[in-house]
């Protein structure tokens, strides 16, 4: 799992997380908008047109930025708690090795609050990873 790091020169502080897996592109994107979702975003509906608002049980809310069948979803992603959004990328990239899944999140408040969402993000690619298997029957 490699994760980048910091501030950036005009996104304030950013955190990304990936990790490869050994199933294709479309096989995550089936599982990370049915099955997965949850796990990821919570209980919610997400329609992927541009502009469409979700909010899940949570209480995270945005809209949809962009979305690039079986390879990008752009987002703003905002808890109830936070005073701003922050826009989460959530990607895949076929690689050798098998498939890269990534979600990297821009936008954050310093140091403490990408902390927080490094071990946010970590846990929910161990989750999705643990589902992707579960779902395979490896």
């Given at each position: 799992?490699?994760?980048?790091?910091?501030?950036t020169k005009?996104?304030?502080?950013e955190v990304g997380v990936r990790r490869t897996v050994g199933v294709s592109p479309n096989v995550i994107w089936a599982?990370?908008?049915g099955d997965g979702l949850p796990i990821w975003?919570?209980?919610?509906?997400l329609r992927l047109d541009?502009?469409?608002r979700y909010e899940?049980?949570?209480d995270i809310a945005g809209h949809v930025i962009s979305y690039s069948p079986n390879a990008r979803l752009r987002m703003t992603w905002q808890p109830g708690e936070w005073e701003h959004d922050s826009v989460l990328h959530v990607y895949t990239k076929a690689t050798p090795e098998g498939t890269v899944i990534g979600f990297q999140q821009e936008r954050l408040k310093g140091r403490e609050e990408r902390k927080i969402m490094l071990g946010h993000w970590k846990d929910i690619l161990e989750q999705l990873d643990a589902g992707l298997l579960a779902?395979?029957?490896k």
């Open positions: 799992m490699n994760n980048t790091t910091g501030p005009d996104a304030g502080w599982f990370l908008l975003l919570g209980n919610t509906k541009k502009g469409a899940t049980d949570d779902q395979s029957g």
